[in-house]
């Protein structure tokens, strides 16, 4: 028996033909499945977007460096509110990186070298991008109570996993007539604590991974699509 134009009227696309509705299904599988490769891409390259630009790596506890921030940029130039004792940090300055595997507690201290009249800023930063007024959106913590020559520190009780970067920098941006060097100068970082510390720098998958990771899953769709 053929169907008459008005019998094929009355039926909807899914009662003509289960086929149809099994390879629309699919195909809508295999466009998520494409969907989500193109996130995991996009987040993956954003993950390794440009953020502070660290000079020294701390890779365990005890630490002690010692540097000079004379001739250095100023890759931050304030700090969210609340965050320190003051938001301005207009110096030259120089970060460090680390990477915390276990908690614990972590002192920073940053200490001006004898008779430099360097008055030293130290702020922690999750790694969060620097923004383009030169904001340091992730600094959460730090300390710029001292005046020139005095050291400035403060201690976490417990660090979350994760990568930190520590700053010292300064709220001077130039010098005066009566502390020429108030803005920039020798210091020495320390940092002690009980907290376990990695390598920021091991190997991880690389944007081109995850986006191989992405096709898989659009291969399983297509996949299941021509089996259909």
């Known amino acids: 028996m053929i169907a008459s134009n008005e019998d094929i009227k009355g039926l909807s696309y899914w009662d003509f033909s289960p086929k149809i509705k099994l390879i629309v299904t699919q195909n809508i599988f295999a466009a998520k499945c494409f969907r989500m490769a193109l996130m995991i891409g996009v987040v993956a390259m954003l993950g390794h977007a440009a953020t502070i630009q660290p000079t020294h790596t701390i890779l365990s506890l005890d630490y002690s460096n010692t540097d000079t921030t004379v001739g250095k940029t100023s890759q931050v130039n304030s700090l969210p509110f609340g965050a320190s004792d003051f938001q301005t940090v207009g110096g030259g300055d ?3 990186i680390f990477l915390v595997v276990n908690p614990g507690t972590m ?10 009249g360097f008055d030293v800023a130290l702020y922690l930063s999750n790694g969060n991008a620097i923004d383009n007024t030169g904001l340091g959106t992730g600094v959460f913590i ?9 050291p400035d520190t403060f201690t976490i009780a417990n660090l979350d996993p994760g990568t930190y970067y520590i700053g010292v920098d300064s709220f001077y941006s130039s010098g005066a007539i009566d502390s020429p060097n108030r803005h920039q100068g020798e210091y ?3 940092v002690s604590g ?11 998958p690389e944007p081109a991974s995850w986006l191989t990771i992405g096709a898989g899953f659009v291969a399983i769709g297509l996949n299941r699509w021509r089996r259909g």
């Open 94 to 96: 120089v970060f460090y």
């Open 107 to 116: 002192t920073f201290t940053a200490t001006p070298a004898v008779g430099s």
């Open 142 to 150: 730090g300390s710029d109570v001292g005046i020139e020559g005095d």
């Open 188 to 190: 020495t970082l320390t």
């Open 194 to 204: 009980t907290a376990v510390l990695g390598d920021p720098f091991a190997p991880v």
